[in-house]
């Protein structure tokens, strides 16, 4: 899943993609370095970043997402936390919700997600964005993000959404310490038992520069590792804003876990 963010203020690239041009262009870059997915978002979830109006967010959006959906062949996502957003951009064509608050935006963005028949990646958080870092705290991560998810599934179900059509995200820095971090990458292969597809979003975080003391625009070297390592623990969707690094760190894994055997990409590289 590639990372394609329509705001100003996203801690990794925000303002470079608010053209449609430019953004169709970053789209067709991804889908010629293999991306299997497109992941468009309006509303910065950095910490500390505020929601915006609906009108604001869509004014955003449209134009991209209508530049990106006519311009490529590759499958969408859609992250946002407002169903109205949601609604307007099924019409355009969004074929998967990156739903990122456990379900605390309410059950409407499950309705039209199951109403429409596209699956929904639930993501673990706690507060908002703005808050969301404001001295988070677990006596046991792995179970307490276990049964939050589990609960956001309960309640998508009810709203409709298939039991097929989720999968689920252990919300890798959002409202975690760095050790809550940590932990849930140590423990992705026991997620596997909670009998969903996991996705995974490291990309660029802030537990990166914790870890090797770099800014963001120097942490893609400590990203990559982190699809090498949700791979190998049987992670499904990895999601990242340099698809080409992770597609090359994806291909030797499958080559070496395969015994050998070397699927040549389809694309011209």
């Known amino acids: 899943m590639g990372v394609l963010n329509v705001t100003p203020d996203s801690f990794s690239d925000g303002g470079r993609h608010a053209d449609p041009g430019a953004a169709l262009d970053a789209a067709l870059a991804m889908e010629a370095a293999g991306v299997g997915l497109i992941d468009i978002g309006a509303v910065s979830a950095r910490p500390g970043a505020e929601l915006l109006s609906t009108d ?35 019409e355009i064509g969004v074929d998967l919700l990156n739903e990122i608050t456990a379900g605390t ?16 990646a639930i993501m673990h958080a706690r507060g908002t964005p703005a808050t969301m870092q404001d001295e988070p705290h677990y006596d046991d991560v792995l179970g307490e993000v276990q049964a939050e998810l589990l609960e956001a599934v309960a309640r998508a179900r009810a709203a409709g959404v298939a039991e097929d059509a989720i999968m689920l995200d252990p919300g890798i820095g959002f409202a975690k310490r ?68 992770a597609v090359d760190a994806l291909a030797v894994i499958a080559a070496i876990t395969s015994g050998g055997a070397v699927a040549r990409p389809s694309v011209d590289r």
């Open 178 to 245: 760095l050790s809550d971090n940590l932990g849930l990458l140590a423990a992705l292969t026991a997620m596997r038992k909670w009998g969903y597809p996991l996705m995974l979003g490291c990309s660029r975080k802030s537990f990166l520069g914790q870890i090797t003391g770099r800014a963001v625009d120097a942490r893609e070297h400590a990203t990559t590792a982190t699809p090498v390592w949700g791979a190998l623990c049987g992670v499904s969707l990895i999601r990242v804003h340099d698809v080409e690094a």
């Open 56 to 90: 604001a967010e869509w004014a955003r959006l449209e134009p991209v997402l209508g530049a990106v959906r006519d311009g490529t062949t590759v499958p969408l996502s859609l992250e946002t936390t407002n169903p109205e957003v949601l609604a307007r951009a099924l």
């Open 105 to 120: 935006a309410g059950e409407r963005l499950f309705e039209l997600a199951g109403a429409a028949g596209i699956p929904v």
